[in-house]
């Protein structure tokens, strides 16, 4: 006779073990995987606990992370250190040349190809971690540097015949930028007394389409926050405070209200500030103005509405092209950039779905109110500047970056970082602000739980004269510094320089940023403090 309860025990124990493997199945295509929705989180700060000690290896340990939490937005306060305003008011003096007129050099033939870019969208052909940059402020030869990438503040030189007969072969890792968010029917008129208009659609309309698969850097510093200059009283008089903006806010808060010119109308005067948001303010007071954050988030909407008119042009002309925003002056979160995305937030809900940012590029410079590290009275210690405040500044900001939906896992890049500052030697900026940089950026520290790199390209400010000081300087200048710039680029005259074009590297800090390969990044051991 058949044993029934024996065969019904037998069947008892394979439905259980059917059941077993089934919830382990469950388990391993649910609870050992990241969640779609988590924040990314710097690498270093995550830590796997096992619980209990000993657990089966079918089972994965949850991994817990200890989350940095979003870094506070900081305080734009007015600048008033004078040596400070000097510093950063000088780095751009010459730069920013004009367009040369329709009758300069035709531009003369580039290869571009049509292979999309990898996740850093460096510039072309490049491939890899294609990391590292320089601004030149000069008429210079960039590949004495031996740099991945380069750029000038400007976007003309794209098509100037000038400039590639000059220097053949550099323009294919040029990254052009439009600088601010004026029209020429905004009549801004530049340092020059002329026209500016860095944002003229037809034009880069026109470069976008020729010049296939660029990054694009959109804007320089339009958070920069209000100087605070003193004018000095007569000897029985009181102190007055002028207050206003510069780089990319000055023109920013002035075009405020004002209204557009028409077509083919030339501009005989300044900008007009609007009265009820002055762009100069004159104070007896040291007290920032009552009516500044209000400005700023106004001057953050504008600076939104130009970018989303800058994106669907280049996009529209070129598909592959990707477009990095704003060259903030902060390396931190602010009210600024708040209300900035909080507009990009507004204008995608309403008839731009496919509005994005494709990276973001900010500047990062110890002793300024760019990161305040050591500012304000503090002592300057160059030595310890890097491990003490700016890389746990740029680390936070790695945190804020992936905090929010419009940054998060896009590229970051590090368009300004040097040294303004004369009371440090060069010896000092290459030993405590270069080789940290270039030990960290191929670190573990700069990558992400997601696996990506956190940063993913540095420029270094700058090849050589810009009123900033020599000691951040990485070429030795052998041309003639002109002001105003000419009108007309030529082979032996472009931007504000005459003559043999800077291929030198200053010792030691341009041989030292020379020496960095361009297509990886640089050994974790790279020497340091």
């Known amino acids: 006779m058949k044993n029934h309860r024996a065969e019904l025990q037998k069947a008892s124990g394979a439905i259980a073990a059917l059941l ?16 779609p929705t988590a924040q990314a989180q710097l690498a270093p700060t995550q830590t796997l606990v096992p619980s209990p000690p000993f657990t089966s290896p079918l089972r994965p340990p949850t991994p817990t992370a200890t989350r940095r939490p979003r870094p506070t937005p900081v305080a734009m306060e007015p600048i008033t250190d004078a040596t400070q305003i000097a510093a950063l008011r000088a780095r751009y003096r010459g730069i920013l040349d004009i367009e040369p007129p329709a009758d300069a050099p035709p531009r003369s033939p580039l290869v571009a190809s049509a292979t999309a870019p990898v996740r850093g969208y460096l510039p072309l052909i490049l491939s890899g971690p294609a990391w590292k940059g320089v601004g030149d402020a000069a008429y210079s030869d960039v590949s004495a540097l031996n740099v991945s990438w380069w750029y000038d503040w400007q976007h003309w030189k794209i098509d100037s015949g000038a400039f590639a007969t000059a220097l053949p072969g550099r ?44 990054v694009w850097l959109v804007f320089n510093e339009p958070d920069f926050p209000m100087i605070m200059d003193t004018i000095n009283p ?3 008089g009181t102190p007055t405070y002028v207050f206003h903006y510069e780089e990319c806010g000055r023109y920013l808060c002035n075009m405020l ?7 083919g109308v030339m501009p005989t005067a300044g900008p007009t500030p609007t009265p009820a948001l002055p762009c100069v303010a004159y104070s007896g007071s040291t007290a920032t103005p009552t009516w ?29 092209a990707k477009v990095f925003c704003c060259g903030n002056f902060f390396t931190a979160d ?5 209300a900035f995305l909080d507009r990009l937030e507004y204008h995608r809900t309403r008839g731009h779905p496919n509005l994005a940012l494709d990276g973001v590029h900010i500047h990062t410079y110890p002793w300024t109110r760019s990161t305040e590290c050591q500012i304000d009275g503090a002592p300057i210690v160059p030595a310890t500047v890097w491990s003490s405040c700016l890389k746990g500044k740029i680390e936070d900001y790695l945190v804020l970056h992936q905090t ?18 004369d009371g440090v030697t060069a010896e000092q ?30 420029a270094w400010f700058v090849t050589g004269y810009s009123n900033a000081t020599v000691n951040t300087w990485l070429l030795q200048m052998t041309a003639t510094p002109t002001w105003p710039p000419p009108p007309t680029p030529s082979p032996t005259r472009i931007n504000m320089y005459t003559g043999t074009p800077a291929s030198t590297p200053r010792v030691p800090l341009g041989a030292q940023w020379a020496t960095y390969p361009p297509g990886r990044f640089p050994s974790t051991s790279t020497p340091g403090p």
């Not at 439009?178 to 860095?198: F, H, K, Q, S, Y």
């Not at 602010?334 to 708040?338: A, P, R, V």
């Open 429 to 458: 900026v290459t030993s405590f602000l270069m080789r940290p940089m270039a030990g960290w950026i191929g670190s573990d520290g700069n990558v992400l739980d997601t696996g990506q790199r956190g940063v993913d390209a540095v």
């Open 234 to 236: 007569t000897p029985s």
């Open 334 to 338: 602010t009210l600024w950039w708040q």
């Open 20 to 35: 077993a493997l089934a919830a382990l199945a469950l388990l391993s295509l649910f609870g050992g995987h990241p969640q």
């Open 257 to 263: 209200g004002r209204t557009p010119l028409p077509p």
């Open 292 to 320: 500044v954050d209000g400005q700023r988030v106004a001057m953050a909407n504008l600076a939104a509405d130009r970018y989303v008119e800058i994106f669907e042009t280049i996009k529209q002309a070129d598909p592959m």
């Open 404 to 421: 929010e939906s419009w940054t998060r896992d896009k590229p970051l890049w590090i368009t300004e970082y040097g040294s303004l500052y």
């Open 171 to 214: 323009l294919d890792r040029y990254v052009p930028m439009i600088w601010c968010a004026n029209r020429p029917e905004d009549g801004m008129l530049g340092d020059t007394g002329v026209l500016a208009a860095p944002w003229n659609p037809p034009v880069i309309a026109t470069r976008a389409a020729m010049h296939p698969g660029r």
